[in-house]
Structure formats: structure tokens, C-alpha cells
């Protein structure tokens, strides 16, 4: 079965650490860009992070939106077909259901994840 299941959101104060896992199965995972995606309350989706496959560039890159730039590492283990979002110091702001896809620069997103919740609150 072709999908991406997300896993590692909870409750978490201000400050605090999570990190996400997005396990893929039914396809080739090592061939596709992932993506993290969220969408707070009452709000549209927003990009948070992306790493390419570092198939023909030179090496594995990765790429942050100015909101998370420098507090959350996207990574991702190829043997294992799972990605991953560590989040540090997290913010109120932060709180939103975090969902992941893969794709490509010439396909955009073309399968989503069901969503993790995550929730900063003190």
C-alpha cells in the first residue's frame, strides 16, 4: 500500500523539543523529495520544511522556511524509508497539525500523509 504515516506529535511547552517521523511504504522512497507541511487552527497550509533525494546533486539538501530556519532539522534515513522532523525550541506558534508529503520539484506533492497534531502550551 502506497502511503506516508506520520508519528511523533504531542503535547509540548514552550521551549520544548518533538521530533516527527514520516515512515513511507509502496514506493520509492529514496526517489522522491519530502516534504513537511502544517496547518494551524483556523489557518491554510503552510511549508515548513523540504529535503531533496541527493540523487545527481552532489549530496542530500535541505531547505527551511524563514519560521523555522535554525530551530527544526529535517532529515531523512533512505534504509529505513522514513523522514524526519527534529523541532527544538519550540513556540506557541508552532501548534498546528504537521503533515508530510513527497514529491518533487516537477510534480509538487503528489501523496499526503493523514496529519500529527502538534500542540505547545504551557
Known amino acids: 500500500q502506497v502511503q506516508l504515516v506520520e508519528s511523533g506529535g504531542g503535547l509540548v511547552q514552550p521551549g520544548g523539543s518533538l521530533r516527527l517521523s514520516c515512515a513511507a511504504s509502496?514506493?520509492?522512497?529514496?526517489?522522491?523529495?519530502i516534504y513537511w507541511v502544517r496547518q494551524a487552527p483556523g489557518r491554510g497550509l503552510e511549508w515548513v520544511s523540504g529535503?531533496?533525494?541527493?540523487?545527481?546533486?552532489?549530496?542530500?539538501?535541505?531547505y527551511d522556511s524563514d519560521s523555522v530556519k535554525g530551530r527544526f532539522t529535517i532529515s531523512r534515513d533512505n534504509a529505513k524509508n522514513t523522514a524526519y522532523l527534529q523541532m527544538n525550541s519550540l513556540k506557541f506558534e508552532d501548534t498546528a497539525v504537521y503533515y508530510c508529503?513527497?514529491?518533487?520539484?516537477?510534480?509538487?506533492?503528489?501523496?499526503w500523509g493523514q496529519g500529527t497534531q502538534v500542540t505547545v502550551s504551557s
Open positions: 508529503a513527497k514529491g518533487g520539484p516537477r510534480i509538487g506533492k503528489d501523496l
Open positions: 509502496g514506493f520509492a522512497f529514496s526517489s522522491y523529495w
Open positions: 529535503i531533496n533525494t541527493g540523487i545527481n546533486t552532489g549530496g542530500v539538501k535541505t
